[in-house]
């Protein structure tokens, strides 16, 4: 008798303990869809815009197909945005392929019946840490680092090959505290590197540095050689090498940069602006990170893996374009079932989303 007491004694205090580690430790969410044998089945997105000139609804519709080894092999993608269909070639439908061969990951976007072929991206995961190293995608090269788990610093490449590879590079920094990000923060200068077959005399080669947002004109065509370009821009002359910097003092706006040198040569590259000097963040304390978390989501849907492996779902975005607030309906079997992310622009304009999330067992 006093032998079973012991025991019984022995198993309430490792229940006890059990309770009580797993109260205090922050969960993170899995690389791949949620354990416990539930996966993400499909999403719709309702987008209603709202701004001085403009209110529209729009959806997009996504369903998952997976492999063995639970990795998204398949997205079906659909649309009503009338801007999203001219990206896709006018195709208002299309599958999105993954296709993985050792730590590579190949992602086709196609039209339904597989032709045309609309982009070709691929992404490299580190096959030790499970988490993405470096995204390639047409234009663009982005390398990611981590701390831990939690991204720490992200770098963005934009290039073009016209008559020569021209770059232009960012590098954002984030912090972190308990498990969840507090800012992201970029230090205000573009790199840039020309072509090293421009010629590069002194106070004879020069680069260009403009505000496009409004024009029409496609890069070629805007550059003219023999003048300077009556666009209010950054000129710097007298190049001796083939780099150069800005200070990017106006975030968010898009750039053309462009060189000529001695031989009326030119090269150019696009910045889209996308970038913010500071963003902030906060979290649901109290809400664990799952499918459905707003940062997640969208990392999921583009590469089916989480970049963002924060404790807790995120509340809220800030930056001086825009603020982001996002709520979350959850059931009684932990799911988020409906996520509303309402984004309000530094203008007034306002983009409320709402997510229908649906889950399957497996």
């Not at 991206?121 to 831990?148: E, H, K, R």
């Not at 007298?238 to 090269?267: E, H, V």
Request: net charge negative.
């Amino acid at each position: 008798m006093k032998k079973i007491t012991l025991l019984l004694s022995v198993v309430v205090l490792v229940a006890v303990f059990a309770v009580l580690y797993t109260s205090c430790k922050k969960p993170v969410h899995a690389l791949q869809p949620t354990p416990n044998n539930v996966r993400l089945m499909s999403y719709t997105a309702t987008t209603h815009l709202l701004s001085e000139t403009l209110a529209d609804t729009t959806s997009d519709n996504y369903t998952f197909f997976y492999d063995g080894n639970n990795r998204v092999i398949k997205i079906l993608y659909s649309t009503s945005d009338t801007a999203k269909i001219r990206l896709l070639q006018y195709n208002s439908s299309v599958n999105i392929t993954f296709s993985y061969s050792n730590d590579t990951c190949i992602k086709t976007t196609a039209a339904l019946g597989g032709s045309p072929v609309i982009e070709i991206d691929t992404f490299i995961i580190n096959s030790s840490t499970g988490l993405i190293a470096t995204t390639f995608t047409p234009g663009m090269i982005c390398n990611y680092q981590y701390y831990g788990k939690l991204l720490a610093i992200e770098s963005d490449e934009y290039y073009n090959n016209y008559h020569g590879v021209t770059s232009v590079s960012d590098t954002r920094e984030y912090t972190s505290d308990n498990g969840n990000f507090l800012a992201s923060s970029f230090n205000g200068i573009l790199n840039v590197t020309f072509p090293t077959t421009m010629h590069y005399t002194p106070y004879a080669m020069r680069d260009y540095w403009m505000n496009i947002t409004g024009l029409n004109t496609t890069a070629p065509n805007l550059i003219d050689v023999h003048h300077t370009p009556q666009i209010p821009g950054t000129i710097h002359t007298g190049l001796t090498k083939n780099t150069d910097q800005l200070d990017y003092t106006i975030s968010g706006t898009p750039l053309l940069i462009f060189a000529t040198d001695t031989a009326r040569d030119t090269c150019y590259v696009d910045f889209p602006g996308n970038i913010w000097p500071s963003q902030s963040y906060t979290f649901y304390n109290n809400l664990a990170n799952r499918i459905g978390d707003y940062l997640q989501l969208g990392s999921f849907t583009m590469w089916g893996n989480n970049l963002y492996q924060n404790a807790d779902l995120v509340h809220t975005i800030v930056n001086s374009g825009y603020t982001t607030n996002v709520t979350y309906n959850i059931n009684s079997y932990s799911e988020i079932t409906q996520m509303t992310a309402v984004i309000v622009d530094s203008l007034a304009n306002t983009r409320n989303v709402t997510y229908n999330l649906q889950y399957e067992t497996y």
